[in-house]
């Protein structure tokens, strides 16, 4: 591939809402000569648009600072990966519609990978689910893959970080806005566990919501499969998995109440013929052989409680199984803070859950 090609590639992937097919029809049509020559209707004709739409495009395209993105990329120790080069992902390289560029903070390494998406406002139930999926997928040695919103992907990043593997985030903005601002600290102890954060869109792109579900095409072709924990109907979890069925990948669905809004998207998916996802085994199952090793590396966990809270839930619990609701009337913590702390007692197996999403204290 050549210099010029190259520049073409960054500067039709900066076009705000560009559309990959019609940018490689463009580039096989006119090449970079003719992109650089031709005008307002040779492009038009050339994919398929508008005069009006490919004047946009043309100057947009033409307009953008190539040299400037290096240095800024340069600036923030990121890199790009063009398609058709060596380092862009296989396994996205195979959907039709993947980006014509990758901007990428940390690694990307040809490892089994899966994604792990839902609500941005889950339930109790949701959040200890998704941290269940982030964490036993790191320790089959599976990449954890999801878009670093709030709710579910965070908590699913999270959760494969704190039992020692790695997971990457796809960002609906560029590197150097990372959106929202308060999982900036997540993304940077991504890239330095070993994983990766990474985006489509050029370093200074801000945070759009057209952007958002564009992005979730790439979530769904960098996995093997995709695991849906929570979302309402319309949820963007929803266009996560109907992208990795189009892309010939497994889609599965963690049940949940049938009269809850959040249970929605898993339940419709699993009428549509989504997989049941209910443990790690699930997903693992659908894996193509060889992909995950046989055994599960130990969690890096204490096997004690750790700090005030974790003692004072366990002195509550005593004998009985209690729900979070209960917990929170008890300890004074909200529910979101006690399915953490539940999560981490679990992997001590200290708890237990139990029947009704309630908790047990186990016999140490």
């Not at 995709?226 to 010939?248: F, I, L």
């Not at 859950?353 to 047990?360: D, E, K, N, S, T």
Request: aromatic share 6%.
């Amino acid at each position: 591939m050549s210099a010029a090609v190259e520049d073409w590639l960054f500067r039709l992937n900066a076009v705000p809402f560009g559309d990959p097919f019609k940018a490689w029809a463009l580039l096989t049509a006119l090449g970079p000569e003719g992109l650089a020559s031709s005008g307002d209707a040779d492009w038009a004709q050339a994919a398929g648009l508008s005069v009006q739409v490919a004047a946009r495009w043309r100057r947009q395209a033409r307009a953008f600072d190539v040299d400037g993105e290096h240095r800024l990329c340069a600036a923030v120790g990121a890199r790009v990966l063009l398609r058709g080069r060596p380092g862009y992902p296989d396994l996205l390289a195979a959907a039709a519609d993947a980006p014509l560029a990758l901007y990428i903070q940390g690694s990307l390494s040809d490892v089994a990978s899966v994604a792990v998406v839902g609500s941005r406002a889950p339930s109790a139930y949701g959040r200890r689910m998704a941290r269940r999926f982030g964490a036993d997928l790191a320790r089959r040695a599976i990449t954890v893959v999801s878009g670093l919103a709030r709710g579910i992907d965070a908590e699913a990043h999270d959760a494969a970080l704190a039992a020692g593997g790695r997971t990457w985030a796809v960002l609906g903005s560029g590197l150097g806005d990372v959106y929202p601002p308060e999982n900036r600290d997540l993304a940077r102890r991504i890239v330095a566990a070993g994983g990766a954060v990474l985006s489509e869109y050029p370093l200074s792109a801000e945070p759009q919501p057209g952007q958002f579900p564009r992005r979730n095409r790439i979530i769904a072709g960098l996995s093997w499969a995709t695991v849906v924990v929570e979302g309402r109907a319309g949820s963007g979890s929803r266009s996560t998995a109907e992208k990795a069925a189009e892309y010939g990948r497994e889609v599965l669905a963690v049940p949940g109440p049938a009269d809850s809004p959040l249970s929605e998207t898993p339940l419709r998916l699993l009428r549509d013929g989504a997989r049941l996802a209910v443990g790690v085994e699930d997903v693992v199952a659908v894996l193509p052989p060889g992909a995950v090793g046989d055994a599960p590396r130990a969690l890096p966990v204490a096997a004690r409680p750790e700090g005030a809270e974790e003692n004072a839930v366990l002195g509550f619990l005593g004998g009985d199984s209690l729900s979070l609701d209960d917990l929170s009337r008890m300890t004074g913590l909200d529910t979101s803070r006690l399915s953490t702390i539940m999560f981490g007692l679990e992997l001590k197996d200290l708890v237990c859950a139990v029947p009704g999403q309630r908790y047990a204290k186990k016999d140490v």
